[in-house]
């Protein structure tokens, strides 16, 4: 029968139970177990249909359950510790003001932009990777207390959770996520009305952009939220989903995000009353049009472009994320155009006064059709980083072309290698484990592990054996969901039950499908798969889980060859792919897995961050070297699959795949299974010790965050500081121009040494005549570049030795270079520009070596 009316009933929290909201709008539940668990222990079948979210929770709570919790004294008590340990948590000084107390670095205020943040399930602003690392910044900034914000989008749908067809085919579900159903709340003005900024796209049509706030332990994340009734249904439509729709799309997202997050950020500062920050950081190029409403803000207040320009490079922080081209955000130049919408005097409607020409040229690459992201951020940001050493190595070759006249190790691209929030990632089990391992030390600012010994190999291998028992008991219940999805029958299922064993020993393996992550590897001889799963005395099982783009039908291709494989060759109970990968589901993974696979093709992985989550778990690493394992790579953590560097791609994943097979069935598998007289692994445990107190306190976000912090948001909050004088900057700009139109003059000739037989341990003397024409020693720097003569007779592995102007004679510079080495020393004399506020020679693109 139909219904004749509904009504909405509105779920009530009487007063005593009101500090559960309070915790439920703090995300720093999400990283403090005892917290999560007091929420899942009010109801834990509806906090797992919650999708794990306590605001959902709270509001579906029947009023008998209510009733119960109000006369539950020991859950009251638990209550209010959890409330407590919150405010505590919020009060006590934190690192960062103990490291800038008495400094003016104290006063630096970061803004940092992402497309995607992980935090939790329960706020699905985020699809893989990328959103993960923000989320676990924003998480290590609170705990070290960090005067950071961060600027995302609020997406209605989120990105898809994905289930499979019967045949094994990608489906993608879409559901909304209205705003009072998530752990976020309004920005409201001094009225309590919330607080809107807006933006001007082409044909004078207006976006109205409403500002929403969730709270990750002390920093807020500001979501900017289009989907209003304010505004037309095309731009209802631009926060609707993550990585959907086309170009134009896409490039609306940008424009919301960073034009419209420079605005939203300054909002908040002025309505709460907070600093407005003073150094922004994009995270990708994403964002990259922040630093167009900066220019822009400047010029309205009557700066010049190239002082703007100036202003803003000295405050801006830009990460790269990707070491493949194709990888790189690029817009049809006609689209930058019409959405920089040039007026009849050639000035911008959407950001008023900005040059629209300059922006573009700001976006220039080789292709004059395109508008580059990545090279508007790093023209844009005078401090540009990758996220491990090898992508930094990668990303100065890949960008020199940015830097004309200066080699790839000179481009101004350093790296801070990733990291993962120890608190969020460490499962419950393992956590009093790495805290004895630290000493006992604050997990957010131990630098080294002292007490690797404080925990017995009895112990590790009982936790060990825990962390893999959860995974196998999600799994069988995450895999008999899945196939009930897919339409099968609970009679049929019986086997599900049973599949994946507790003792064997489990490889993981979870990834975005994308090419270079290789996902099928594994399968590429299928048949010795089958008898490495299947051995007798040294069984393996395979644990999998990934998404692809809902636009790749080839990553689709690989899943269905994946989930086809387990059900062809009779290995369903040891070879199982778990649906919906999402943090949930990695933390389960990468904690019950025994080793966990890796197999990019070297050095497209940029860094990778699941496998340090497993390392956390004493999960050891099986991996290519690439990425953060290329700097870690050592046989004390785990095996490195040899890099097959010569033949074409099928040879390189053949050969790579007999490598994995070869570790996997006669280094690994025979590890893990020799056991002493009780059926301990010793010798594996060993491993396990090693790699977590060893690499843990390295790939954790705690130190890379303060890592950002020491090495590039307080460098560019004093840089900040030295252009807030409007008189630097256009001092700046002014030398630059002169510099620029002077160089052609310079010139370096006469280049000698003047020590006839140089000896290691001893020095050699170099002389050279340079002309600075109108220039002086204060504009510009001579130097001698020494290192080695690489294949083509370049320079590598250089340093440089400032030369001194010679007191008698004039044009004549000199320097003693200290030898250490005996053998070959290459040298050569260069002149550079010298300015306080270049941080890098390569910065101007000028350079004169002798003719
Ligand atoms: C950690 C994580 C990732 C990133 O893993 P990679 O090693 O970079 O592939 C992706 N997705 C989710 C859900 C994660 O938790």
Redesign the pocket.
Known sequence: MKAYETLTIAATLPTVLEPLRTLAKNLRWSWRSEAERLFESIDPELFDRSGRNPVVLLDSLPASRVAELEADAEFLARMHHELEDLESYLSVERWFARTTRDSADAKTSIAYFSMEF?ITQALPV????????AGDHMKSASDLGVPIVGIGLLYTYGYFTQSLSREGWQQEHYRAHPPSELPIDPVVDADGNQVHVSLQFPDDKTVDIALWKAQVGRVPLLLLDTDLPTNPEEFRAITDRLYGGDVEHRIKQELVLGVGGVRAVQEYARVTGTPAPDVFHMNEGHAGFSGIERIGQLMAAGETFETALASVRASTVFTTHTPVPAGIDRFDVQLAHRYLAVDEHGESRLVPKIPVDRVIALGAEDDPSRFNMAHLGLRLAQSANGVAKLHGVVSREMFKGLYPNFEADEVPITSIT?G?HIPT?TRPAMKPAILAMSGNRDLSTAARWTEANAVGTDELWRIRNELRGDLVEAARRSVHDSWIARGAQDAELSWVRDILDPERLTVGF???VSTY?RLTLMLQDADRLARILQNEDRPVQFVIAG?AHPADMGGKQLLQEIVRFADEAGVRDRFVFLPD???T???LL?AGSDVWL?NPIRPQ?????????AVLNGCLTFSISD?WWDEFDDDRFGWTIPNAVHGDARTRDRMESASLYDLLEHSIAPMFYDRDERGVPQEWLGKVRDSISILGPQISAERMVRDYVTELYLPAGRAAVAVADAAAPRAFAEWQRTVERAWPAVQVTQVASETPAPVAGGEVRIRATVELGELSDDDVRVEVVVGTRGEHGDLVDTATVPMHADAGTPDVYTAVVPVDRPGEFAYTVRAVPRHELLKSPAELGLVRLPR
């Open positions: 992980g985020y699809s893989g990777g990328l959103g993960v690392l990733n993962v990632w979870a990834r975005r992550k998404k990968y999402n943090v589901i990695a933390e990468c890796n992985e940029a860094s990778g961050t699941s496998g340090m989550k990425g």
